[in-house]
């Protein structure tokens, strides 16, 4: 064991990011599974997108229900995020992530890094917050993650 943490935990904190981002995806054939989304995070989780360049937080219900309506209004047709590279800190009941994704969205990729504050609750490993920002031609995803 590390600081605590247990191959086992290691396993488990390391399938939350990439199962996350595949809860979220949708396309013609498939809706996202919401349920799977909330599985990942703490009923309580805080939500940060920076690609706008301020921080603005966002509850997990809010989060699905903006998604959801750029889903039905069609503005948003397919989405998909897979993870690209991550690095783990953890000890004892508290784990960081630092994980590359890259996104599709209407078929536009775009690449960034997600910052998830992990923890164990009620005996298994959640999400309580996730902080991520997009690449740009001016700030590139670290070569460690690329």
């Given at each position: 064991?590390?600081?605590g943490?247990?191959?086992?935990?290691?396993?488990?904190?390391?399938?939350?990011?990439?199962?996350?981002?595949a809860?979220v995806?949708?396309?013609?054939?498939?809706?996202?599974?919401?349920?799977?989304?909330r599985?990942?995070?703490?009923?309580?989780?805080i939500?940060?997108?920076?690609?706008?360049?301020a921080?603005?937080?966002?509850?997990?219900?809010?989060?699905?229900?903006?998604?959801?309506?750029?889903?039905?209004?069609?503005?948003?047709?397919?989405?998909?995020?897979?993870?690209?590279?991550?690095?783990?800190?953890?000890?004892?009941?508290?784990?960081?992530?630092?994980?590359?994704f890259?996104a599709?969205?209407?078929?536009?990729?775009?690449?960034?890094?997600?910052f998830?504050?992990?923890v164990?609750?009620e005996?298994?490993?959640?999400i309580l917050?996730?902080?991520?920002?997009?690449?740009t031609?001016?700030?590139?995803?670290?070569?460690?993650l690329?």
């Amino acid at each position: 064991m590390r600081g605590g943490i247990t191959d086992q935990d290691l396993e488990e904190i390391l399938a939350l990011c990439p199962r996350l981002y595949a809860a979220v995806g949708w396309n013609a054939d498939k809706a996202p599974d919401w349920e799977t989304f909330r599985a990942c995070c703490h009923s309580q989780a805080i939500l940060a997108p920076l690609s706008a360049g301020a921080a603005a937080t966002i509850a997990i219900e809010d989060f699905i229900a903006a998604m959801e309506a750029q889903r039905a209004s069609g503005e948003l047709e397919d989405f998909r995020e897979d993870e690209l590279g991550r690095h783990v800190e953890a000890f004892g009941n508290v784990a960081s992530v630092r994980s590359a994704f890259v996104a599709a969205m209407n078929g536009a990729e775009r690449r960034g890094v997600t910052f998830a504050q992990i923890v164990r609750h009620e005996g298994r490993w959640v999400i309580l917050s996730a902080i991520w920002d997009n690449e740009t031609d001016e700030i590139k995803l670290p070569a460690d993650l690329a």
